[in-house]
């Protein structure tokens, strides 16, 4: 059965960084495109950053040159680096894998807040 379980969330101050990971079990997670969302209190669940399986990137506007996605097949990871992190990136953080199904992890919060 297909698990993704993200972690590395947390309370940062505006301006720090913070690392999420998402491991993946019981799908070939070579084949999947990965992806992050995030849900903000209040608003739509959003694409933040996806890797395709090729390896190949996108970001939403509002991260660009500030976030940056990875995976590692081997450790079955998809990584979130976040850096220059601001108050409007507070959100609950989600990890997807997609291919013919689609699977989502139960989330991570980020708090960024003086």
């Known amino acids: 059965q297909a698990q993704l379980v993200e972690s590395g969330g947390g309370l940062v101050q505006p301006g720090g960084s913070l690392r999420l990971s998402c491991a993946a079990s019981?799908?070939?997670?070579?084949?999947?495109?990965m992806g992050w969302y995030r849900q903000a209190p209040g608003k739509q669940r959003e694409l933040v950053a996806g890797?395709?399986?090729?390896?190949?990137?996108n970001y939403a506007d509002s991260v660009k040159g500030r976030f940056t996605i990875s995976r590692d097949n081997a450790k079955k990871t998809v990584y979130l680096q976040m850096n220059s992190l601001k108050p409007e990136d507070t959100a609950v953080y989600y990890c997807s894998a997609k291919r013919v199904n689609s699977y989502w992890g139960q989330g991570t919060q980020v708090t960024v807040s003086s």
């Open positions: 019981g799908i070939t997670f070579s084949m999947y495109a």
């Open positions: 890797v395709t399986k090729e390896g190949s990137t």
